[in-house]
C-alpha cells in the first residue's frame, strides 16, 4: 500500500521535515513512499530567483514530481507538510486542496490516515494553528487525522523549538538561518512510521 508525502518548502525547512517522514514512513514493512511536492505558482518563480538560498532549494526539488489528483487517489495514507503563512498554510498548498473537488464528490479521500507537518520562523508563529487549520480540509474529505502523541519521546520539552500533538514542526528563525533540531526530525520520523502503521492496520 502507498503513503504519499506531498509538502511545500520555499526555503528547505519543510523538505528535511518531509525527509524525515520518508524516512519513518519507510520503516514499516509493506509500505510504498510516494514523494511529492505541492505545485508552484509562475508568478512565486520570478521571486525565487531573486534569493540566492530560495533559488537553489528550488533547484533542488525538480526532480521531485508535482502532486496530481492521481496521487492522491490512489494512495492509502497521506502525510501533508506546508511552511506557515500568518498561521495558516502556504497558498500553494491551499490551492492542492481546492483542487480535489472531484475526489470530494466521490468520496475518494474518505477513510485514508492522514498526517500533517509544519515549520514557522519563530517559536510562536503558528505551528499549531497552521496544523489545525489543515484539518479543516481533511475533515470535509473524510480523512482520519494522525497526530503526535505525548508518548513519542522528544515531546515534552521546554525548548524553543517544534513538536506538537497535531504534527510535526520546526522553527526556520526569522532569517531561515536555522536547521531543524535534531528532537524535531525524529519526531517527523514517528510521524511517518506512526501513519504507515496505521493505514496498514485500517487496511490489511
Known sequence: ????????????????????????????????VVFRRAPEFPEVLKELEKSEHASRIWKEQQATPECSLDDLREASGVVFGSPTRFGNMIAQMKYLFDSTASLWLKGEMEGKPAGLFT?????????????????????????????????????????ARGGTPYGASTIAGAKAELSPAPADLEIARALGRRVSMITKKLFS
Do not use: D, F, N
Not at 487525522?145 to 525548548?159: D, K, L, N, W
Open 1 to 32: 500500500m502507498k503513503i504519499l508525502i506531498v509538502y511545500y518548502s520555499r526555503y528547505g525547512h519543510v523538505l528535511q521535515l518531509a525527509r524525515a517522514v520518508e524516512a519513518g514512513a519507510k520503516t514499516v514493512e509493506g509500505i510504498e
Open 119 to 159: 515549520s514557522t520562523a519563530s517559536t510562536h508563529g503558528g505551528q499549531e494553528t497552521t496544523c489545525l487549520t489543515m484539518m479543516a480540509p481533511l475533515l470535509h474529505l473524510g480523512m482520519l487525522v494522525v497526530g503526535v502523541p505525548y508518548s513519542i519521546p522528544g515531546m515534552i520539552h521546554v525548548e
